[in-house]
């Protein structure tokens, strides 16, 4: 049974790394969780280096400006890791062709930006679905838009054997106090169709190698019993780590606060359902991270 912390200093020392998740645990798409800031602060004032782990569908770069406007401060962190720059480098190898059909918002369009590291990149064309040879989803063109007003779309682009690339595996993000959908939900809906979808994020392979990469520029080779995921997402977050075989830090306060009655802890029964429930061994649990 996982073990509910008071706080992350109670493990710290066990520690090397951290790879946290961003959305629910730093912040809530709002501001930033001043208790999830100070802890972070507090790991790397004893030593530890913390990379942020992140299902968001851009570079590191743009992350690191919405960072800035969620006062979310760069002394907290090392480095960040996107599922964005995972799916952006398949992308440029050409893993879904050349001519694209794009799904997200204006602002997910920074996706397509050159990226340095790809060495003979494929020359990306943004086209209309029935000239495109694969799909690039960032998420819904209406986040509050049920996923299946997708379906036409999905249903000519199996019928073509395009595939579709998602830059974020997540299901719902909480913005505030409104759940809204993301990419994740619509590769769901495409597979279940019968398409194709390739996944760059947690809990996926692909994004925990960026997440190696990123730590060996910061000259840290650290054993994966020294590293700590942290998370708030049971499929995501856990999931992942369980795949990595690293220990997890389970924030019962976000997408699953009302299935484990967290309000500054998680009920201890209700958690334990909700574990049994989803399948999902987190190595601790705490309500908010702090």
């Known amino acids: 049974m996982t073990q509910i912390l008071d706080s992350l200093a ?18 809530n798409g ?20 913390v990379v942020l782990l992140t299902n968001a569908p851009r570079s590191r770069d743009e992350v690191a400006k919405q960072l800035v406007r969620l006062n979310v401060p760069e002394d907290c962190y090392d480095s960040i890791a996107t599922s964005g720059d995972s799916a952006r ?24 930006a050159p990226m340095d590291l790809i060495d003979d990149p494929a020359p990306i064309q943004r086209v209309e679905l029935e000239n495109a040879e694969g799909i690039v ?16 779309h999905f249903l000519y682009a199996k019928q073509k054997g395009q595939k579709l690339l998602c830059a974020n595996p997540d299901i719902v993000v909480d913005r505030g106090e409104t759940r809204e959908w993301c990419a994740g939900a619509l590769a769901a809906l495409y597979t279940e169709m019968g398409g194709e979808s390739l996944y760059f994020g947690k809990p996926h392979p692909p994004i925990y190698d960026l997440a190696r990469r990123r730590l060996a520029a910061l000259d840290r080779d650290v054993d994966p019993s020294r590293i700590l995921a942290i998370g708030d997402g049971a499929h995501t977050d856990i999931d992942g780590a369980m795949g990595e075989d690293i220990d997890s830090l389970f924030i019962s ?5 009302a299935e484990t009655k967290t309000s500054h802890q998680p009920d201890p029964d209700a958690l334990n359902a909700y574990i049994q429930k989803e399948k999902i061994a987190p190595t601790y649990t705490i309500g908010q991270l702090r």
């Open 10 to 27: 109670d493990i710290a020392n066990q520690y090397d790394v951290l790879l946290v998740d961003l959305w629910g645990c730093v912040h």
């Open 253 to 257: 306060g976000g997408l699953a606060a």
């Open 137 to 152: 989803c960032c998420g819904p063109f209406d986040p509050m838009a049920d996923p299946s007003v997708n379906r036409p």
């Open 89 to 112: 480098a398949a992308m440029f190898r050409g893993a879904v062709g050349e001519k694209i059909w794009f799904m997200g918002q204006p602002f997910d369009e920074s996706f397509f």
């Open 30 to 49: 709002v501001t930033a969780y001043q208790d999830a800031v100070a802890a972070l602060k507090g790991f790397k004032r004893g030593g530890g280096t």
